[in-house]
């Protein structure tokens, strides 16, 4: 027998998935909160100077506070993977990677965003072995190391900064236009002596065999190679959405998942929010109020249905 639906299940637990959380228990409603990475993106910051309340807070710490104000009644917390979603018997069914099967009324898609890959020779079979994603997280690990960059929007320039604070010894900048971050970032950089910039290039390869050793690097101009010797790797090229096991017909080109200003999207019962939208800016402060909405107008769906639940189409 199948066990009793939740009234809303939650998928991912950033700053959108944890706030809906919180809102619908408080609302009183039967909820689910799955993900595999409580905090999403937000690990990953370093700083968070623009979050309320506070002058200034590490990500990590930021999320440990949304996850510490959520347990409660009516609300559990599982740590999976939702591997594939569909609507069957008028109920969302969200099956786990580990935890199975799960039911709910209606579901509220806060999956965010992940980093986006080079696919080039090399990377993912050296990714954790010198290729990173993450700046925060691996730069103490190339002091005094010679490191490849690439992606010369913020978050590149960023990494680039984070290396040079612990001490890089050079830190090889390579994009693919010109360097298009921020003013007040890229100005750290440029012609800073132990950063060297390519730009109008890619990386086509990454070299090594236990560890990185270097990468390949093309103009794109003049189609000229070179190789760089380098310990490290960090791909910072921008992210894209965490949105495949749902419906094409809810996404747009780039992935995203298409809500309305109530974080509706195109199916009854279904709601997105935060970074896997299609909201234009992607802020934790904007993530966690479209958490609030979706959760909120959620609760206004479920009360609404408690008598009469119509079929689910998708």
């Known amino acids: 027998m199948n066990a009793p639906a939740y009234e809303v299940i939650i998928i991912g637990a950033g700053p959108a998935g944890m706030t809906a959380a919180l809102y ?29 309340g506070f002058m200034e807070i590490e990500g990590p710490e930021l999320m440990r506070r949304f996850k510490e104000q959520l347990p409660g009644e009516n609300l559990i917390l599982v740590e999976d993977e939702a591997i594939a979603f569909r609507a069957e018997n008028g109920l969302f069914l969200v099956e786990g990677k580990e935890s199975g099967s799960h039911r709910g009324k209606a579901v509220i898609v806060a999956t965010g965003k ?26 103490p690990l190339f002091r005094e190391a010679e490191v490849a960059v690439v992606g010369g929007g913020n978050s590149g320039v960023q990494a680039t900064l984070d290396l040079l604070a612990v001490g890089a010894r050079t830190v090889y900048l390579v994009t693919d236009l010109e360097i298009t971050a921020d003013p007040v970032l890229a ?4 012609n800073h002596p132990r950063v060297r910039i390519y730009p109008y290039s890619q990386v086509t390869a990454v070299h090594g065999e236990r560890m990185v050793t270097g990468v390949t690097i093309r ?28 419906p094409d017909l809810w996404r747009n080109q780039r992935g995203e998942i298409v809500v309305d200003c109530h974080c509706r999207t195109s199916s009854a019962g279904v709601f997105a929010a935060g970074d896997v939208t ?29 008598a009469l639940r119509s079929p689910v189409t998708i």
């Not at 595999?36 to 910051?45: E, I």
């Not at 100005?187 to 440029?190: A, G, K, S, V």
């Open 278 to 306: 299609n909201l234009p800016e992607k802020q934790i402060i904007m993530a966690a109020g479209e958490g609030a909405k979706a959760a909120i107008t959620a609760w206004e769906y479920i009360t609404k249905t408690r």
């Open 219 to 246: 103009s794109t101009r003049s189609g000229a190679e070179e190789e760089l010797a380098v310990e490290g790797v960090f791909i910072e090229i921008g992210l894209e959405p965490n949105s495949e096991i749902f």
């Open 24 to 52: 619908c228990r408080r609302k009183g409603l039967r909820t689910l909160l799955l993900s595999k990475d409580f905090g999403g993106q937000a690990n990953w910051t370093t700083v968070v100077e623009n979050y309320m």
């Open 187 to 190: 100005d750290q950089i440029r």
């Open 114 to 139: 992940r980093p986006r890959k080079l696919h080039v020779p090399g990377e993912e079979r050296l990714r954790g072995k010198g290729v990173s994603y993450c700046s925060t997280c691996d730069a």
